[in-house]
């Protein structure tokens, strides 16, 4: 079994947290539980922010790694997901690629079967999507994700079968999710495959086939 790690910038089952880190084929199989956020079955957080000027620097990136445990945060946490709780390439040059997560995840808001939150900091503009997308290839999660959130605030809160929060500039291809997607509490966006879906982001020939069911009943497995 894998422990976990555990420093101010997250909790992960193999690695905590960090900036401009590259994962290659790595796993963890073990249960993790956290407080607040930034939870992740393989790594907690990821960024991959860069000097001004070294845009073309890759930034951080996650390859053929996946997490088995089941993932757990407080009613009151966010960011947390079967492979990590959040992702910012912060370059435009970002490799997250076969990649999978198979544990249960249960959370507050941004949760998600592989990922709580996926988001690149360095998203310029349509024209950049259009000549340098920033692609998230060949994912997949199968856990259950489910979210015991309590009390809304002014926060988001996505809820995915894969991931919860997909920020502008990302194409996401060649994806699924089969695991159940549940809320019981006040989550306002939910979906089999992403929970909020930002504008600028796009997917192809991405899949989820599992049941969606929140507060005002049963939602599209497909997801926004």
């Known amino acids: 079994m894998s422990p976990a790690s555990e420093w101010d910038?997250?909790?992960?089952?193999?690695?905590?947290?960090?900036?401009?880190?590259?994962?290659?084929?790595?796993?963890?199989?073990?249960e993790v539980r956290g407080g607040s956020s930034l939870i992740g079955g393989l790594v907690g957080y990821l960024s991959g922010y860069l000097n001004p000027g070294n845009y073309h620097e890759l930034g951080s990136t996650i390859q053929n790694s996946y997490a088995s445990g089941k993932v757990t945060g407080d009613a009151g946490s966010s960011e947390v997901g079967g492979l990590i709780g959040r992702y910012d390439s912060g370059s435009r040059y970002m490799v997250f690629s076969n990649n999978f997560a198979t544990g249960d995840v249960i959370g507050g808001h941004k949760v998600g079967g592989l990922a709580g939150e996926f988001i690149n900091s360095d998203f310029r503009g349509i024209y950049e999507l259009l000549t340098e997308p920033m692609l998230a290839v060949n994912l997949y999660a199968s856990g259950n994700v489910t979210s015991i959130l309590q009390e809304r605030n002014n926060g988001q809160y996505g809820l995915?079968?894969?991931?919860?929060?997909?920020?502008?500039?990302?194409?996401?291809?060649d994806s699924q999710a089969s695991g159940t997607v549940r809320a019981d509490g006040p989550i306002t966006s939910l979906g089999g495959l992403i929970g909020m879906n930002s504008p600028g982001s796009f997917l192809n020939n991405c899949l989820a086939n599992g049941d969606v069911s929140g507060p005002n009943g049963t939602g599209d497995p497909n997801g926004r």
């Open 160 to 173: 995915g079968g894969l991931i919860g929060n997909l920020g502008s500039g990302i194409v996401l291809r």
């Open 9 to 30: 910038m997250g909790i992960g089952g193999l690695i905590a947290g960090g900036s401009r880190l590259h994962v290659y084929s790595s796993h963890a199989t073990g």
